[in-house]
């Protein structure tokens, strides 16, 4: 069989990542700060670091925390604000481990639709029902995993004004921010915020690399300061040598070259991915991100994705059934991740692909 | 007022850590492996790492996770093997944090009392009442943190009978191991363990550097298996960055070297501080330690700690009170750590203690 294409994971290829970069912010780490690297720190994070992602959000330092990879921070967050049987709003579909560390708290999931424009705030509404205030929405605001879509401006400035109206967190998840290759940034909900309603999270796995496991929160400081006690239980410091070095990396110039890189990158493997499926599955419907790593296909309801996942197996390509990423539904949708191949495996993963696709529905292809 | 000379955190001064070598062993990490070291990788570790764990510790990888430190192993270990309620022997006194953390998770924290030759044996037994096996006994078997006493090699092997009689896991907790400037090792449990009743827990941030934040376990494949997965829920994957400098800071015999400058100092850290309470605080009891970070101190029953902590803070010495260390108890007791201070500020720091003592027993200098 031929080498496997893998359309699974959300991760970057190596040739996108900056090795040279990395081992050079290494040298000036230990150079720079030997102290700071080496030593435990504490649970807000490496001092420097956090003071530049502070800068960049225009908040102050107390209202960052910085942790091991931005899973991390998520799961913080949901042992600071979930308890056992509380309201969580979602997006359907969302990312497979939130789900799941969501449901392991014990959380009354409930599952909002997902538009190409973002969450469907009427659907969301319609579950505010006056009885009890959901404890959190979670929402990936752009290039969202696993669809791609992107909330619009309008549907932010509502989903705050609703935020506050009903007592509510907004859980802003927005790891691929950077990683927009087309069209406008848009503000974030977080530098909206008025009512201190918006938790924000982020991470440098898709600018720097997912190796350096560094992420963090930016919130109200009473979060903060709560979510920095069960840190300091848990691990009493996070890794400051990595941190150190993404200080270095983030304020050498580096970061900005590394974006640039990975953006151009992208954008030609989602043109391949478009222009791969308009070539050879024709019947796919799916709406082109405008960044990040992911792209949602929905195949004719006659396609069964658990079949489709074991035929295209064969076929050497592998990809995240959509039914991962919904508490029900999805059965005939996948999720697409064009960040770990290049165009040439693109173009040749999805020919397999539609092989696999037209072995499940003959009478399609006649 | 003068610098405070601090003998409360055990943490290594910067001149006892091979920045030098934490640099090169960086640079070698992103040239040998820069896939491996940039990529998520998976929730049980850096492989070549684990692989040389296993190794040293004579397992298969199979039975080693390398965590974000070993306090983060900890926690992963008691969410695996504590519910609330769950009866918990630990040492008496023992790390503030493993207490907190077990508090936190709800179980029923048993103080054993901790003898110079290790956990009373005798005791521990008496607390095995026959009706509930305990989840676990917690036991830092080397120059245990606070008392700096070392576990007899009888009272191991009577231990891990124990442990196989009445069925209860031993959380061998042993991040000083490597720490011994004097005697003769002893075995480990994990190693002299026939039962499957011991996961072991040990760390870099002694031997490499705290700001690495790298630890690990080593235990039976089925309690491994569980933390992997409850590793991968939480963080995806540790510290690749981190995990694959200290595999080529530890493959490069860096790591002995290390170890060798760590010794020598505490060595004569460890020195210091016992001339120096020889000669300012004759009425202090202690058993000097053999190894590790720390000395307990008990001082005369009269002493309140609460007021030594404060009149010594006004001479510029802090210290952490024993009572911390214990459920109840420790008022008239202290542990000194001595690895973040010279033996010149050392003799000095007890000088100024001393003073702060006769402050509280002005009878005692007449």
């Known amino acids: 069989m031929a080498d496997t294409i893998s359309f699974a994971r959300g991760a970057p290829s190596l040739d996108i990542v ?24 504490t649970a807000v994070g490496y001092v420097p670091l956090r003071e530049w992602i502070a800068e960049r959000h225009g908040v102050g330092p107390e209202q960052v925390l910085v942790t091991n990879g931005s899973m991390q921070a998520d799961a913080f967050l949901f042992q600071t604000l979930v308890n056992p049987g509380d309201l969580v709003l979602v997006e359907a579909p969302t ?3 939130t789900l799941l560390n969501l449901r392991g708290r014990g959380a009354d999931v409930r599952p909002i639709p997902l538009q190409t424009d973002g969450i469907d705030l009427d659907a969301l509404e319609a579950a505010l029902d006056g009885r009890t205030a959901p404890a959190l929405a979670h929402v990936i ?19 705050l004004a609703l935020a506050a109206e009903h007592d509510f967190v907004i859980f802003e998840d927005d790891p691929y921010i950077a990683i927009r290759f087309e069209g406008e940034s848009l503000p974030t909900m977080l530098e909206q915020d008025r009512s201190g309603k918006v938790v924000y999270a982020s991470s440098f796995s898709k600018t720097v690399c997912p190796g350096i496991r560094v992420g ?3 919130g109200p400081q009473a979060v903060i300061d ?8 848990t691990y009493i410091s996070p890794n400051m040598v990595a941190q150190s070095i993404v200080n270095q990396f983030c304020r050498s110039g580096r970061l900005e070259r590394s974006i640039e890189t990975v953006k151009e990158a992208l954008r030609a493997r989602r043109d391949a991915v478009v222009a791969a499926l308009e070539r050879e599955l024709p019947e796919a419907r799916f709406s ?16 069964d994705v658990a079949e489709l996942e074991r035929a295209s197996k064969e076929r050497g390509v592998v990809f995240v059934p959509g039914t991962d990423f919904l508490v029900e539904g999805g059965r005939n949708a996948l999720r697409l991740a064009y960040s770990g191949v290049t165009p040439e495996q693109i173009d040749e993963g999805i020919t397999r692909l539609a092989e696999a696709v037209r072995t499940l529905t003959p009478s399609a292809t006649t």
């Open 226 to 233: 709560q979510i920095r006690v069960l840190a300091t239980n």
């Open 141 to 159: 605001p752009n290039f969202q995993n696993p669809a791609g879509y992107t909330l619009s401006a309008e549907k932010r400035t509502r989903l």
């Open 95 to 97: 990312y497979d481990r």
């Open 288 to 303: 082109p991100p405008q960044g990040g790593y992911f792209m949602w296909v929905e195949l004719p309801e006659e396609v």
């Open 216 to 218: 963090y929160l930016v």
């Open 18 to 41: 900056d090795v040279d970069g990395l081992r050079e912010a290494a040298r000036q780490a230990f150079d720079a700060d030997p102290a700071g690297t080496t030593a435990y720190g």
